[in-house]
């Protein structure tokens, strides 16, 4: 199979439609990026990585961040994790506080931000927020092979400027006394992940342990052990898109997870790690786009996991 003819094909077919959707502009530095940009980036394991579009430029990876949050937060502590944080997709929005009152404060999932923000929790532990997001900055950086990989400092500040509903999240649930740290401090890394800049190259060569059964092919770095592995990507199929995951394995069944800022990042077990970027986005929050090229490169390969 030629994947990087595909990757192109795919990139051609749909540049036309290039700026559908609308981009999120609850920041100024995510309403002011160029709504014509749409990259696409493919990481195979024998260590190539096929590219098309604005692959090259980083973009705000948003709560493509959890995952890499969850696998950390797993590997410091195990099954414990979920004794603060669910295993269900929620079907609601991914800032909504509805089930939070009805659960305990116990939110539904890591990836919509109430359980994000729990997942952070654990990351950071008891150690400073700066050494969590250090350690943060230093997997991706290794796995992606990219020492340039930076935190938008911008990005971070408006985050928190903007940041009153995740901050209800935060203190309803430490309410409930799921939380081990600070709210303030919890939501300085928080908003930190969230503004961590990465290229769809940068993205889809981070993402390749997943579909490597936990292990970087290239770098040879086991990130999570493979039992671990298949559970995270069990949870980008079933909550990865929040209320439109039943849609995503649906059109294109991959493992996904999306970012307000445009991208996705969806694994193929065994396979290969894809990134899309294109900032306009859908109904729940998803990259239209994105998931129209996710979409093509399910039916040119045959990839999708159900078969
Ligand atoms: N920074 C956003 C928030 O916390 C991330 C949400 C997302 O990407 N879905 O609201």
């Known amino acids: 199979m030629d994947l990087a ?9 749909l540049a036309a439609r290039r700026g559908a959707g609308q981009v999120a502009d609850y920041i100024p530095a995510l309403a002011r990026v160029d709504p014509t940009k749409f990259g696409i980036a493919l990481a195979t394991p024998d260590g190539q ?18 995952v890499f949050v969850l696998a950390l937060a797993l590997d410091r502590h195990g ?19 509805v089930q939070l009152e009805r659960d305990h404060g116990i939110p539904r999932n890591p990836f919509i931000n109430a ?40 990005v971070a500040m408006s985050e928190s400027t903007a940041g009153d509903r995740n901050r ?41 342990f997943l579909a490597c059964d936990g292990t970087d092919p290239v770098t040879g770095q086991t990130v999570v052990s493979s039992e671990r592995c298949r559970r995270i990507n069990a949870l980008m199929l079933t909550c990865g898109h929040y209320d439109n995951s039943g849609q995503f394995a649906y059109e294109v069944g991959f493992c996904g997870k999306s970012g307000v800022g445009g991208g996705i990042l969806a694994v193929v077990p065994n396979r290969a790690s894809i990134a899309v970027w294109s900032p306009g986005l859908g109904d729940a929050g998803t990259s239209l786009l994105g998931s129209a090229a996710l979409r093509l490169i399910a039916e040119k390969t045959g990839w999708s996991i159900f078969g």
């Open 168 to 208: 209800s999240l935060a203190y309803f649930m430490a309410s409930f006394d799921v939380l081990n740290n600070a709210v303030p401090d919890i939501l300085n890394g928080y908003f930190r992940q969230c503004a961590l800049a990465l290229s769809c190259r940068n993205l889809a060569e981070a993402g390749l």
């Open 49 to 66: 990585t096929h590219c098309a579009g604005d692959a090259a430029e980083p973009f705000s990876i948003q709560s493509i961040s959890k």
């Open 5 to 13: 003819a595909i990757i192109h094909e795919t990139w051609a077919e």
């Open 79 to 97: 099954p414990k994790l979920f004794e603060r944080v669910g295993r269900e997709p929620s079907g609601d929005p991914f800032n909504s506080i």
């Open 115 to 154: 359980g994000a923000i729990v997942t952070t929790d654990h990351l950071i532990d008891d150690r400073p927020v700066d050494e969590a997001i250090a350690e943060l900055l230093a997997l991706l950086r290794t796995i992606a092979r990219d020492d340039t990989i930076m935190i938008d400092g911008e």
